[in-house]
């Protein structure tokens, strides 16, 4: 049963526009939400995140959206760089009682120069 | 300061044999969890080590252990290994509980 899930296992964007990638969950009792990025032969670094209080945090380029009534979460990049290709993985975190990360299976971003 | 260390970074094992991972953490971390990633599963959450103690465990078989020591070093061992198990696994460290998660480079196994 997969609780965080990344539907789009790819995307390509052309270097400059907006990348938009989305992720849903199923369990409303989720307390935030990250972003982590990953290049190959690397592990996961942290890019933004959002508490489940929000609707919308910004970092530079980066936006996350949250719409807690379709237990949906995107993160646009404006304006895609080539440097932002990566796999991008999308987690939940409950931090009450037994708590963990759960991730997302990830969407791999191509931004084309 | 340094990052979450792994080691090994590769590895080659045949099947039935045992495998044991380890895991540095950020100096002052003393949460460190666990993951595989395997192509079109994402992540998948084996366990979290808290001052020595599992505090989690994701959906995995017995074969799939782990341990922690005092000075937050982790361990994971996976016994008889199957072809199956091949991935990469990943460590994070974090200062605690449902703080913020450092990912180390992982290590790549392959089974045979």
């Known amino acids: 049963d997969q609780q965080v899930k990344q539907n789009s296992p790819s995307l390509s964007v052309q270097e400059g526009r907006i990348s938009i990638l989305n992720c849903d969950y199923t369990?409303?009792?989720?307390?935030?939400f990250l972003w982590y990025k990953k290049y190959p032969a690397e592990g996961p670094t942290f890019l933004i995140s959002?508490?489940?209080?929000?609707d919308k945090n910004e970092d530079g380029r980066f936006t996350v959206f949250l719409n807690k009534s379709a237990k949906h979460l995107s993160l646009h990049i404006v304006p895609s760089q080539p440097g932002d290709s990566a796999v991008y993985f999308c987690?939940?975190?409950?931090?009450?009682?037994?708590?963990?990360?759960?991730f997302g299976t990830g969407t791999r971003l191509k931004v084309l120069a | 300061k340094a990052g979450v260390t792994q080691t090994p970074r590769y590895l080659i094992k045949t099947r039935g044999q045992q495998v044991t991972l380890s895991c540095s953490p950020i100096?002052?971390?003393?949460?460190v969890s666990w993951y595989q990633q395997t192509p079109g599963q994402g992540l998948q959450f084996l366990f979290e080590?808290?001052?020595?103690?599992?505090?989690n465990k994701g959906n995995f078989p017995g074969r799939f252990s782990g341990r922690q020591f005092s000075n937050s070093r982790s361990e994971m061992n996976v016994s008889t290994l199957e072809l199956g198990d091949s991935a990469l696994y990943l460590c994070?460290?974090?200062?605690?509980?449902?703080?913020?998660?450092?990912f180390g480079p992982g290590t790549r196994l392959t089974v045979l």
């Open positions: 994070a460290s974090s200062e605690g509980p449902g703080q913020e998660q450092f």
């Open positions: 369990n409303s009792m989720f307390d935030y």
């Open positions: 959002i508490s489940s209080i929000k």
């Open positions: 987690a939940a975190v409950l931090t009450s009682g037994t708590y963990k990360y759960i």
């Open positions: 100096s002052g971390h003393r949460s």
């Open positions: 080590y808290f001052s020595e103690t599992q505090r």
